[in-house]
């Protein structure tokens, strides 16, 4: 069973009386199995946002299905949906999202906090987590006290805690410099090949697609072409570059 499947989603947004009506997604058609780590590239305003918030149930198609771990999202009400992205699916924001009142280690708790789960067990993830993400030394502080790459690395956490098997990415590295993007993309490739979580990442920069094995081209809401790491990390970089070049030519052809 795949972990993630789209069948024909169409996204589109407006179409009332004050505003035109723009199709963000047109007919997308995805499936990712377990262990996969796939990037989503394109230009800005192709779609990227709105499919990585379909798929991850925060909104729903116009038309189409999404299953996650063959569960039917879109035929959820909103109080299901919550529950079940809780419990399944692990979602990182460019802007890491992490609450002031909170220390790092009780954010990475929350999510098990609002499962009521046993403090002694929440404590051990928690711990076995930042001790893989390289983060334990900071456990005790708050968010404003550390570093952006650190703050990402448990945003990381946290979406993981639930035992998630996947995670939407949304620019994760785009708030951050070369050097913390660096260890953030490590990160997410170290939690892909230990527990084999599913990770779905949009990012316009090619250094970290290259992380990736697969990366999906998107452009005005349809999927264009993909491509597969087949030799080396700097090989793919430039099998990227090049793609993204032919995508933007594509333009000319109009
Ligand atoms: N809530 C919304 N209401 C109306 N239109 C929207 C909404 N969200 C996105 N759009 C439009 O849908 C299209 C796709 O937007 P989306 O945010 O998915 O693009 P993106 O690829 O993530 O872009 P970026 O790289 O700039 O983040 C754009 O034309 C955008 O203006
Ligand atoms: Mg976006």
């Known amino acids: ?3 993630i499947k789209a069948i024909n989603i169409k996204k589109v947004y407006g179409g009332g009386k004050e505003f035109a009506q723009t199709i963000a997604l047109n007919n997308i058609n995805i499936e990712l199995e377990q262990g996969e ?3 989503i590239m394109g230009p800005s305003g192709s779609g990227k946002s709105s499919l990585l918030n379909v798929l991850s149930g925060f909104d729903y198609p116009t038309s189409g299905d999404v299953f996650i771990q063959g569960a039917k999202m879109n035929e959820m009400t909103g109080d299901e949906l919550a529950i079940f992205r809780r419990d ?10 992490l609450l002031d009142s909170l ?3 009780q954010n990475i708790m929350l999510p098990m906090m609002l499962n009521r789960e046993e403090t002694e067990l929440m ?3 928690a711990e076995e987590l930042m001790n893989l993400l ?6 005790n502080k708050y968010p404003y006290q550390v570093s952006g790459g650190q703050q990402q690395r448990a945003a990381i956490c946290r979406a993981l805690i639930n035992d998630t098997t996947v995670i939407f990415a949304d620019e994760p590295t785009g708030n951050l410099d070369s050097k913390s993007s660096k260890a953030v993309l490590e990160c997410l490739k170290e939690t892909n090949e230990a527990y084999r979580t599913t990770i779905l990442l949009v990012t316009h920069d090619p250094f970290a697609a ?3 094995d697969k990366v999906l081209f998107l452009k005005d809401g349809t999927l264009r072409t993909q491509l597969y790491k087949k030799e080396s990390q700097d090989h793919f970089t430039k099998q990227i570059l090049d793609n993204l070049a032919v995508l933007e030519e594509d333009d000319y052809d109009v």
């Open 1 to 3: 069973m795949s972990v």
């Open 37 to 39: 780590f796939t990037a």
């Open 88 to 97: 399944h699916i692990g979602y990182i924001f460019q802007e890491f999202h």
């Open 103 to 105: 220390t790092i280690q």
């Open 123 to 125: 404590n051990k993830k």
């Open 134 to 139: 390289g983060i334990l030394t900071i456990k």
């Open 210 to 212: 290259s992380y990736c």
